[in-house]
């Protein structure tokens, strides 16, 4: 009998203490959440952001006079938060292909 006891008390404790983590866990998901899941995010829009622009060199050094492609690369680069690394090549473009915009 005691050792009945025992074993309630026991398997009481390891249920409050599995409810008190899973009450810590729920109330700080979206803390835990953000913390692992939005590194990744930002990666993931850096690397996106990268590829635009090697899409970009790639078209205007080796398809120049592929005109729409270049501004559509170029404005989904600038949409994306894209900075100016691309800017004065763009621009450069721009005037040999006489493109006014």
């Not at 398997?11 to 203490?17: F, G, K, S």
């Not at 398809?63 to 501004?71: A, G, L, T, V």
Request: glycine share 6%.
């Amino acid at each position: 009998m005691e050792y009945l006891i025992i074993y309630i008390k026991n398997t009481a404790t390891i249920i409050t203490a599995f409810g008190v983590i899973a009450g810590i866990l729920v109330k700080f998901k979206d803390r835990i959440k953000n913390f692992f899941v939005g590194d990744i995010i930002k990666e993931q829009h850096q690397i996106h952001i990268e590829l635009k622009r090697v899409e970009i060199l790639t078209l205007i050094h080796n398809h120049p006079n592929e005109r729409i492609k270049i501004s559509t690369a170029y404005g989904e680069y600038k949409a994306f938060g894209g900075n100016c690394y691309i800017n004065d090549l763009y621009d450069e473009w721009k005037l040999k292909q006489g493109v006014k915009k």
